[in-house]
């Protein structure tokens, strides 16, 4: 989003002192759906606007539950990992799926094995850096 709609979402948070953010999210997906157009870019602007509001992952994947949509990709998934999941437990995954993906493990596998592997190994990298950073590890 621009600089000036994330300003608009702010002064929304700031007026309705954090309340109807989970009502915004789920207007924004009743818009998206019933013009067929949950479009991946409209999907990570949703994804946007719910990180700008605070909406946690957690309650951001039971509001699409609500329209029979799978739950979103975010660090928990990524590392497969439930919301609940304390740091001992977050670290443990990471150092498993980081393994699991690391280029020195995989530079046996074709060309396109290896360049899908880094792009999961850097995806795996920055979930653990962001619930890092969220939740002070």
């Keep these: 989003p621009t600089r000036r709609s994330s300003d608009l979402v702010k002064q929304y948070k700031q007026a309705s002192g954090n309340h109807y ?45 609500k329209y029979s949509l799978g ?29 699991q993906y690391h280029p020195d493990r995989v530079a046996h596998m074709g060309d396109e094995d290896v360049e899908d592997a880094h792009i999961r190994f850097l995806e795996i990298q920055e979930a653990f850096e962001t619930l890092e950073k969220n939740l002070k590890l």
């Design 21 to 65: 953010n989970f009502l915004l999210i789920a207007l924004a997906y009743q818009i998206a759906l019933t013009g067929d157009s949950l479009t991946k870019e409209t999907q990570e602007l949703i994804n946007q606007l719910a990180e700008t509001l605070e909406v946690s992952y957690q309650e951001h994947d039971r509001i699409r539950q």
């Design 71 to 99: 739950t979103t990709r975010n660090p928990y998934t990524i590392l497969g990992l439930d919301y609940s999941a304390d740091p001992r437990e977050i670290k443990k995954a990471y150092l498993q799926k980081v393994g």
